[in-house]
C-alpha cells in the first residue's frame, strides 16, 4: 500500500545515508592513510624518481648506388649534450648563466671548443625553452667520449652519448644529388610539421594534428635528429627519416638519466633505403676527368632511362655540414667562381648552342620544312630580315646540305633551317626532344630551360613582346632566349639516340616514388627523320666532322662484344654567355675566346651517344668556360661513353636492399 | 506580496542552499582546471606559466547547464513525468542504434551520430531509468500494489539498458546505470531480505565472473588497484603516479599552481578522470576533505528534498537521482586513490569536458523541481 511506503521510506533514506557515511569514511581513511601517514613516502617518490617519455630518433636510411655502394649511411656518433635545467636550477637568470657557464667552461677545455662556439652555446642554454637537451658537440673521437664520460659526474647536466650519424663514404661525389643532412632550424622545423601535418591530413589546430606538431618538433630537437637540407635528404626526409621510437628515461632529483628502460611497444621504425641508378664508379671516373675545370656531365641509359651519372664539379664534401660547417669555409664556398654549391646539371641553364641543331634538324625534316638533299650557301654570313647573321667560320663553309650542315655545325644552313620551318615547329619538336621541361628525380631544386615561341615571349614579365623573326634565326643555333639544363640537354641526346621507344628518365629506382606524370612524350617521327640526323650526328665525329679526333672509342678492339670496336655519334657547341656581345672588335667579329677573362669564354657543350648502331648510353657534357665543345667537351663525353661501355653498369641489375632485422612489437616492418 | 503563481515567485522558492552547493563546486572545479592548464613555475622557462582555456571553457559549460537545470526545475514536475515513459523507450531505441550504426571510439562503441549532433544514448539512460522506475512505482503504489513481483518487473526495465551498454562496452557507464537502478528498487521498498540474498549471491558470483565475465583489460585494472608496484611503468603507471601525487601533497597540500606532477605528463586524463590528483596535491588533505564535505551537503540535502515530497514519483525521481551522484563521486575518487579498479568515470562538476556536466545538471534540475512541487501529492493519470 501507498501508506506502507511512506512508512518505510524514511528508513530506507537512513540505510542510504549510513552507507553514504561508510562510503565518506572508507574514502577519507585511505586519504588520510595516503597523504597523512605516507605523506614522507611518496614525497621522496615524487622528488626521486621521474620518468620522462622522450623520442629516440630512428635509423635514417641508406642511400645506395645501383651497385650497392653506400652514398649515405650511418655511422656511430659519439656525442655530448648539456640539460640546463640540471646544471643550475637557479631562479635568477644571472646566477644561472654563471652556472651553466662554468659548465660549458669545463667541458668545452675538454673538448677543445671555441670560444665563439662556447658563447654560442651559453646563449642557447640559457635561452627559454630550456627543458631539453643542447648539443655540446657532436662526431667525437672515443678518447674524446671517455673522457666526457669519467668527467660527467662532476659536470652537473652534461651526459656523454652514443647515437647515429649521417656520413658520406665517397665524400664529394654526390654533393649535389643526395644533399645533406643538417641540425634542424626553426625553419626546418616548421617546415617538417606542415609537411607531415599535410600528409597525414589532419588541421594545424585539431588536436591530432597539434598533438603530431608537438610530436614532430620534439624529435627534431632531440640533439641526434638531423634533417635533410637538399637533394634526396630533403626530398626523401620523411621515408628516410622513419618513424621515432619512445625511450622512457629515469631521472633522479637532479634530472639526471639514471637508466633507460626498454620497453618493446615503443620502439621506432627505421627509415626506408633508397637506391639510386647511379654507379658511384662512373660518376668518379666523371668526376677525376674533369680535373679542375668546372661543369657538369649528365649519363643516361638509352635502354631503361636510368640515369648513370650525374656530375657537377667542383663539390664540396656533404661531411663538413652534418656536424654544422664554420662560416668561414662556408663563404669561401659561396664566392668560388666555379661555384661549388651550385646544382649545374640540374639547376645550370645554359644556352645549348650547336647542340639544339640536331632539334633544328629533326624539326625541319618533320615538317617538310627542308629536304635532305636542299642545300644552303654559306659565305661566313647571311643576311636577314635587314642584318647580317655570322657563321662561326669567317671565311665560309661553301654549299651545305644536311649532314654536311651538321658534320661541320654550319651557322648559315640552320638559320635557313630555322627560318623556314618557324618557332612555332622547332618549340614543338624541342618539348618533344624533353627540352622545357623540369624532371622530378626525387630531389631538390632542378629547372626547366626555356623552349621559346611567341607566346611565351609575350607572356615573358619582363619581355612581353611579340615574336620578332630575328628571334627565329638565333634560335635556330641554340642561342638567344633557347635555354637548357644539363639535364635536359642528356635527355635530348637519349630521345635522338633511342627514338620513341627511350623510357623516361629516372634517377631513383627503389625507396621511394617519384611520380613526374607531366613529360611530353617523345612520339613517332616520320620515318627517316631521326636516322637523318643520327646520320649527320655520325658525320660529327668521322673524317673532317668538328669532333672527328673523338669518334673511336675502341681503337686497338679490346671491348668485349657486343661493344667491340664501338664508335660514338654527337654535336658538339660552343654557346656564347650572355653580355660577350660588346666583346666584339669594330667589325662585329669576337675577339678569340681564350684571350677573354675566364668567365666570359664560351661554354664547351657536347652531346653523344654510343655505340651508333645500337645506342645503350647517351651523355651530354658541358664545360663552363671550356671555350671550345669539340676541342673540350668531345674528348671528355668519349672518355665518359669508352668508360660506361667498358664497365656496363646499366646491364647490371639494380640493388635490392635486404629486409632490415627491426626489434620492433608489430614484427618486422618492412620499409617500401 | 509576489503573487504565488508567478515565475518570480518560483525563483524566490528555489533550494538555494543546494544551488550555492552546486555553484560553488563548480567555482572550485573551475579553479583546480585554471590550475591544471597553469604553472607558478614552469619547467621550460621557471617562470609563471597561465592558461586559462580549459578553466574558462568548463565555466560557460556549467553557465549554459545552469540556465538547463532552470529551466528543467521551473517547468511542471508533471511533464518530467509524462516523459518518463517515452524518454525510457526513446533511450532504448537509441542503444540498439549504436549497437546498428553507432561510432567507434577507443575500441568502445558509444556515439551515435544524427546530423550535426553527436549522442550518447548511455548517458541519457542516467537520467531516463530512474525517471521511468519512479512513474513505475507511482502508478504501483496507487494500484495499492507492493508485491515482489513490481519489484521484477521494475529490476527488468533496469537490465535491458544495462546490457546494451555493457555490450558496448562500457563497464563504469553500465555500473552506473545498475547501481542507479538498484538504488530506486530498493527505495521502493524491496524486502531487506531479498536485498541481502541478492549480496549474497553477488558476492558468490563475483569470482566468476572476474574469470569469465570480463574482458582481459578490465581484469588487468582489477590487478593493477590491487598491486600497482607489480608493473610500476605499465599498467600500474597512472595509478601510482597519481598516488605519488595525492601522497605528496600531505595535510595542507603545495598551494595552488604549485603541483609538480602535472607538469610532466606523467599523470594521462590528469584533466579529466584524474583531476582529483590536482586537488589532493596543491590543496592536500584538508583541501580533498574540504571538497568531499561539499559533496555530502550536497547528497543530504538531495535526500532531505525525497524525504519532503508528497509525491512517490517525486521521492524515487530524487532518491534515484541522489544515488547516481554518490555513484560518480565515490567511484571516481575511490578510483583515483586506489580502492576501486581504473572505469572511466569522472568527477561530476569539477573535470574537465564531457557529457557528465549535462547529465548531472539535468539531474539537479529535476532534485529542484521536486522541491518546489513537494506539496503536490501528484495523480498521473492521464498521461501517456
Known amino acids: 500500500m501507498n501508506r506502507d511506503w511512506k512508512n518505510l521510506f524514511p528508513s530506507r533514506r537512513m540505510i542510504f545515508l549510513g552507507a553514504g557515511g561508510v562510503v565518506l569514511l572508507g574514502l577519507t581513511a585511505r586519504l588520510a592513510e595516503l597523504q597523512l601517514f605516507r605523506q614522507a613516502e611518496f614525497e621522496t617518490k615524487a622528488r626521486e624518481v621521474r620518468i620522462k617519455l622522450e623520442p629516440a630518433p630512428p635509423h635514417r636510411g641508406t642511400i645506395y648506388d645501383r651497385s650497392g655502394r653506400e652514398l649515405a649511411s650511418s655511422k656511430r656518433n659519439f656525442y655530448v649534450t648539456l640539460r640546463p635545467e640540471v646544471a643550475s636550477q637557479d631562479r635568477d637568470l644571472q646566477k644561472r648563466r654563471q652556472e651553466i657557464g662554468e659548465v660549458i667552461e669545463r667541458v668545452g677545455r675538454l673538448l677543445r671548443l671555441s670560444e665563439a662556439k662556447k658563447r654560442t652555446l651559453l646563449q642557447d642554454a640559457t635561452t627559454p625553452p630550456g627543458h631539453r637537451d643542447i648539443l655540446i ?6 678518447e674524446e667520449f671517455a673522457q666526457v664520460n669519467v668527467m660527467a659526474p662532476e659536470l652537473a647536466g652534461i651526459s656523454a652519448e652514443v647515437g647515429e650519424l649521417r656520413s658520406y663514404p665517397l665524400q664529394a661525389a654526390f654533393y649535389h644529388t643526395i644533399g645533406y643532412v643538417q641540425k634542424a632550424n626553426e625553419a626546418d622545423i616548421q617546415r617538417m610539421v606542415e609537411h607531415e601535418l599535410t600528409v597525414a591530413g589532419e588541421a594545424p589546430d585539431s588536436p591530432e594534428g597539434k598533438a603530431r606538431a608537438t610530436a614532430v618538433r ?20 620523411l621515408a628516410l627519416k622513419g618513424d621515432p621510437g619512445k625511450v622512457r628515461l629515469l631521472q633522479n632529483a637532479t634530472g639526471r638519466v639514471i637508466d633507460r628502460l626498454p620497453s618493446e611497444d615503443l620502439a621506432g621504425k627505421p627509415g626506408a633505403d633508397v637506391v639510386l641508378s647511379v654507379d658511384a664508379d662512373l660518376q668518379n671516373f666523371a668526376i677525376q676527368r674533369f680535373g679542375s675545370e668546372a661543369g657538369s656531365a649528365v649519363m643516361i641509359d638509352v635502354a631503361t632511362g636510368e640515369v648513370m651519372c650525374m ?12 656536424s654544422g660547417i664554420a662560416s668561414a669555409p662556408y663563404k669561401a664556398l659561396r664566392e668560388d667562381e666555379r661555384n661549388p654549391l651550385y646544382h649545374k646539371a640540374y639547376d645550370g641553364v645554359y644556352n645549348p648552342g650547336s647542340t639544339f641543331k640536331i632539334v633544328v634538324a629533326a624539326a625541319a625534316l618533320e615538317t617538310g620544312a627542308m629536304d635532305p638533299e636542299d642545300t644552303v650557301p654559306c659565305s661566313g654570313k647571311a643576311w636577314y630580315y635587314n642584318r647580317f647573321y655570322n657563321c662561326w667560320k669567317p671565311e665560309g663553309h661553301g654549299t651545305m646540305n644536311l649532314r654536311t650542315g651538321l658534320k661541320n655545325s654550319c651557322d648559315c644552313y640552320f638559320y635557313r633551317a630555322a627560318e623556314r620551318t618557324g618557332i612555332e615547329e622547332i618549340a614543338k619538336v624541342a618539348k618533344r626532344f624533353g627540352l622545357g621541361h623540369r624532371y622530378e628525380l626525387g630531389i631538390t631544386g632542378g629547372k626547366a630551360g626555356v623552349v621559346p615561341n611567341n607566346e611565351w615571349k609575350l607572356n615573358h614579365p619582363r619581355i612581353k613582346e611579340r615574336w620578332y623573326p630575328g628571334d627565329t634565326i638565333s634560335a635556330g643555333i641554340g642561342q638567344g632566349y633557347v635555354t637548357a639544363t644539363p639535364f635536359e640537354m642528356a635527355v635530348m641526346i637519349a630521345r635522338a639516340a ?23 612524350p617523345m612520339g613517332e617521327f616520320k620515318p627517316g627523320v631521326l636516322e637523318l640526323v643520327r646520320d649527320g650526328m655520325l658525320a660529327v665525329t668521322e673524317g673532317g666532322g668538328t669532333a672527328a679526333a673523338s669518334g673511336s672509342l675502341d681503337p686497338e678492339n679490346k671491348l668485349p662484344a657486343p661493344y667491340t670496336g664501338a664508335r660514338m655519334a654527337g654535336k658538339s657547341g660552343s654557346a656564347q654567355v650572355i653580355g660577350l656581345d660588346k666583346y666584339r672588335d669594330s667589325r662585329g667579329r669576337a675577339i678569340s675566346n681564350d684571350k677573354l677573362p675566364w668567365h666570359l669564354r664560351d661554354n664547351a657543350l657536347f652531346v653523344a651517344y654510343a655505340p651508333i648502331d645500337k645506342p645503350r648510353y647517351a651523355v651530354a657534357v658541358i664545360v663552363e668556360h671550356g671555350v671550345s665543345g669539340s676541342r673540350v667537351g668531345a674528348p671528355i663525353a668519349r672518355d665518359l661513353l669508352a668508360h660506361a661501355l667498358r664497365t656496363d653498369p646499366g646491364a647490371r641489375k639494380a640493388f635490392v636492399p635486404k629486409t632490415r632485422d627491426i ?6 616492418a618492412q620499409p617500401t | 506580496m509576489i503573487r504565488k503563481d508567478t515565475l518570480l515567485y518560483k525563483l524566490t522558492q528555489l533550494h538555494w542552499f543546494l544551488l550555492l552547493t552546486i555553484i560553488a563546486l563548480a567555482t572550485f572545479g573551475s579553479l583546480v582546471l585554471f590550475s591544471a ?26 553557465i549554459l547547464m545552469l540556465g538547463v537545470m532552470l529551466a528543467v526545475s521551473l517547468l511542471p514536475l508533471r511533464l518530467w513525468a509524462s516523459l518518463a515513459y517515452p524518454g525510457y523507450a526513446i533511450g532504448v531505441v537509441l542503444l540498439l542504434l549504436v549497437e546498428v550504426a553507432g561510432n567507434i571510439v577507443n575500441g568502445s562503441q558509444r556515439w551515435l551520430t544524427i546530423g550535426p549532433l553527436t549522442l550518447q544514448p548511455s548517458e541519457l539512460m542516467k537520467i531516463a531509468v530512474p525517471l521511468a522506475l519512479a512513474r513505475f512505482y507511482h502508478q504501483m503504489f496507487a494500484a495499492g500494489r507492493s508485491e515482489l513481483w513490481i519489484h521484477i518487473v521494475a529490476f527488468i526495465m533496469v537490465a535491458i539498458p544495462v546490457a546494451f551498454v555493457l555490450k558496448q562496452p562500457d563497464l563504469g557507464t553500465s ?8 538504488g530506486v528498487i530498493f527505495f521502493a521498498g524491496i524486502s531487506l531480505r531479498v536485498v541481502a540474498g541478492i549480496m549474497l549471491l553477488v558476492a558468490v558470483m ?27 611503468l605499465g599498467a600500474g603507471y597512472q595509478l601510482l603516479q597519481g598516488q605519488i601525487a595525492i601522497g605528496s601533497g600531505g595535510l595542507a597540500g603545495k598551494g595552488f599552481m604549485e603541483g609538480a606532477q602535472k607538469e610532466l605528463e606523467y599523470i594521462p586524463e590528469q584533466n579529466t578522470d584524474f583531476i582529483f590528483t590536482i586537488i589532493a596535491e596543491e590543496f592536500g588533505f584538508v583541501g580533498a576533505m574540504v571538497m568531499l564535505a561539499a559533496w555530502a551537503i550536497a547528497i543530504v540535502q538531495g535526500m532531505v528534498i525525497a524525504g519532503t515530497s508528497r509525491s512517490s514519483f517525486g521521492s524515487l525521481a530524487a532518491s534515484g537521482f541522489v544515488t547516481t551522484l554518490m555513484l560518480y563521486v565515490g567511484i571516481n575518487i575511490g578510483m583515483v586513490i586506489g580502492l576501486l579498479p581504473v572505469v572511466g568515470i569522472p568527477l561530476p562538476l569539477i573535470s574537465y569536458g564531457g557529457t557528465a556536466i549535462v547529465t548531472v545538471m539535468i539531474g539537479f534540475g529535476l532534485l529542484m523541481a521536486v522541491h518546489l512541487n513537494r506539496a503536490n501529492d501528484m495523480t498521473l493519470r492521464g498521461l501517456l
Not at chain 1, 500 to 518: E, K, S, Y
Not at chain 2, 209 to 218: A, E, M, N, R, S
Request: hydrophobic fraction near 40%.
Open chain 2, 175 to 182: 555500473l552506473m546505470i545498475l547501481g542507479t537502478g538498484c
Open chain 1, 218 to 237: 620534439r624529435l627534431y630537437k632531440h640533439p641526434a635528429m638531423r634533417v635533410g637540407k637538399q637533394g634526396i635528404e630533403a626530398y626523401g626526409e
Open chain 2, 37 to 62: 592548464g597553469s604553472s607558478a613555475h614552469d619547467l621550460e622557462t621557471g617562470l609563471l606559466k597561465i592558461d586559462a582555456t580549459m578553466s574558462i571553457a568548463h565555466m560557460w559549460r556549467f
Open chain 1, 498 to 520: 633511342g627514338g620513341a621507344g627511350m623510357p623516361d628518365p629516372h634517377l631513383i629506382v627503389n625507396g621511394l616514388r617519384v611520380p613526374d606524370p607531366t613529360i611530353t
Open chain 1, 137 to 142: 658537440a657532436d662526431d667525437l673521437t672515443w
Open chain 1, 311 to 322: 656530375v657537377s664539379t667542383p663539390a664540396p664534401d656533404p661531411n663538413l655540414f652534418v
Open chain 1, 663 to 668: 626489434a620492433s612489437a608489430d614484427g618486422a
Open chain 2, 206 to 232: 563475483a569470482p566468476v565472473v572476474y574469470f569469465f565475465g570480463l574482458h582481459d583489460y578490465q581484469r588487468e585494472r582489477i590487478h593493477t588497484m590491487v598491486d600497482p608496484n607489480a608493473d610500476p
